[in-house]
């Protein structure tokens, strides 16, 4: 592959979301799995990627309102990443440690 391109694709769906098509579409991409909702795969580096890369999505998976779809790509040594589809939320984390000092010297640990 000339322009190659690497893609993480992390997806952030609801229970009764179209997992059926999604799933489909990264078996047909031949993605590998990284967890639960990482996936990843490569593939050629053509002009509007990203644009044509969401209009595929949009077309073959069922999306509901507050699905989410997270990209990171690595192309000619440059790191690129951000949502194709939804926004970032509030961490689900928000909230449960208390504000401490963490100024921890290296000779501590």
Avoid at 35 to 44: H, I, P, Q, V, W
Avoid at 55 to 64: R, S
């Amino acid at each position: 592959m000339k322009n190659k391109v690497k893609v993480w694709l992390n997806f952030d769906f609801g229970f009764s979301a179209d997992y059926e098509n999604l799933y489909y579409f990264l078996n047909k991409i031949k993605a590998k799995e990284y967890g639960d909702t990482l996936a990843y795969f490569e593939t050629e580096y053509k002009k509007d990627f990203i644009k044509s890369l969401k209009k595929q999505l949009l077309n073959e998976i069922k999306l509901k309102k507050n699905d989410r779809i997270y990209l990171i790509i690595m192309y000619k040594e440059k790191l690129l990443s951000g949502f194709i589809l939804g926004n970032q939320k509030s961490p689900a984390w928000q909230g449960f440690s208390q504000k401490e000092n963490f100024n921890i010297l290296i000779e501590d640990i």
